[in-house]
């Protein structure tokens, strides 16, 4: 089965087969859905290699995300993929476990694999030698949810939701509100929401507030617990992820507790999971899968102009609190 056979099946000349296939923004969607319905009626499947011989494109997105356990990442790689699939683009995910010299590592795997560019979330791009190396050879590559003035980033504005919901919760009657945080040191979006906590709190006339930083996760159930089994236990928790605010649910249930009636929790990333929990997870939003097709359009936008991208190409997406039923007013 050739190139040509496809294109007498679809009605279009052999370039726009070869265009569909190589450079499918420059089809328009009608007739690239009709050349792929030809090539999947007949069986065609284009050469890989002969195409990135041609193009010097491997058109792989490499990309780097610290877990799939977490379900804010696999909803952003569901993102990643469907963006990337839509322009023609295979992805290869590589996963650091939050260690930065897994981060490093798999840089170097993905330049070495000769990808046209890479999505990436790390702990620090302040110190990642992950980046510095992406800088080196000149590849493009968007970071998802990391913040940061030098590189381009999709993210939302963590720093600020946070303190917004400190408000809210201040406004609710509020007054001995802790934040459960994982490891600061491995997690600048941790470090994000925390400095939005603490701002929050001062504007709020609530001093610094209290910070529980859990460094496992195996071990956050029990760490939580002990801390509403306190003489003078917080009336509320701000968690800096969903998974800390489900694992804050349980620790209450096990220190004899009811959520929302005798403590408050709220989390951060808005996965679906947590519409599904009884109380129904009271969370701020954000649009992962959108993350990561804005992310990948962005990308592919550097890939295309042959070169990295700037950091003002970076945007900020809107997020949302969804008011859930695990947060409710301070008990008189």
């Not at 610290?66 to 993102?79: D, H, K, Q, S, Y």
Request: aromatic letters at 4%; a neutral charge.
């Amino acid at each position: 089965m050739s190139i040509q056979d496809v294109a007498r099946a679809a009605g279009v000349s052999v370039a726009t087969v070869s265009r569909v296939f190589n450079l499918p923004d420059k089809v328009t969607p009608a007739t690239r859905a009709q050349v792929e319905q030809a090539a999947t009626t007949l069986g065609y499947v284009p050469n890989a290699s002969a195409r990135s011989l041609r193009t010097q494109r491997s058109r792989v997105i490499g990309v780097v995300l610290p877990t799939l356990l977490n379900p804010v990442f696999a909803e952003c790689l569901e993102g990643i993929a469907g963006a990337a699939a839509s322009a023609g683009y295979a992805i290869l995910p590589i996963t650091t476990d939050y260690r930065i010299a897994h981060e490093d590592r798999a840089v170097g795997q993905l330049l070495a694999g000769n990808v046209d560019g890479m999505v990436l979330v790390v702990s620090n791009p302040a110190t990642s030698t992950g980046l510095q190396r992406l800088a080196a050879a000149g590849q493009p590559y968007v970071l998802a949810y990391n913040r940061h003035a030098d590189h381009p980033c999709v993210s939302v504005d963590g720093e600020q939701a946070v303190a917004d919901l400190v408000a809210h919760l201040a406004r609710q009657g509020h007054r001995r509100i802790t934040m459960v945080s994982g490891q600061l040191a491995a997690s600048d979006r941790a470090q994000q929401r925390c400095r939005g906590f603490r701002r929050g709190m001062a504007a709020a006339g609530l001093g610094d507030g209290a910070l529980l930083e859990v460094p496992f996760v195996e071990t956050a159930v029990q760490e939580i617990a002990a801390l509403l089994r306190a003489g003078t236990r917080p009336t509320a928790l701000v968690c800096s992820n969903d998974l800390l605010a489900i694992r804050s649910i349980r620790a209450a249930a096990l220190a004899g507790l009811s959520v929302p009636r005798d403590v408050s929790v709220a989390g951060f990333d808005g996965i679906a999971l947590g519409e599904d929990l009884t109380p129904v997870l009271s969370t701020i939003a954000q649009p992962n899968a959108e993350i990561g097709r804005r992310s990948v359009g962005l990308l592919l936008q550097a890939i295309d102009g042959g070169a990295a991208l700037a950091p003002s190409a970076s945007l900020t997406l809107a997020h949302q609190f969804r008011a859930g039923e695990s947060c409710a007013a301070a008990a008189a």
